[in-house]
């Protein structure tokens, strides 16, 4: 869940349903990393 909710703080912001908000770069490696290894259930 949290790699769809991680993806979703900066689409929401593109579409305009949200605030952009700041992802540091750890947590962006993280999110590419989970989702190499297959957790893409909950993607958009």
Do not use: N
């Not at 790699?3 to 349903?17: H, P, S």
């Amino acid at each position: 869940m949290l790699v769809g909710d991680t993806q979703r703080i900066e689409v929401y912001a593109e579409r305009g349903f949200a605030i952009p908000q700041e992802m540091p770069d750890e947590v962006r490696a993280a999110f590419e990393r989970l989702v190499a290894a297959g957790y893409t259930s909950r993607l958009i």
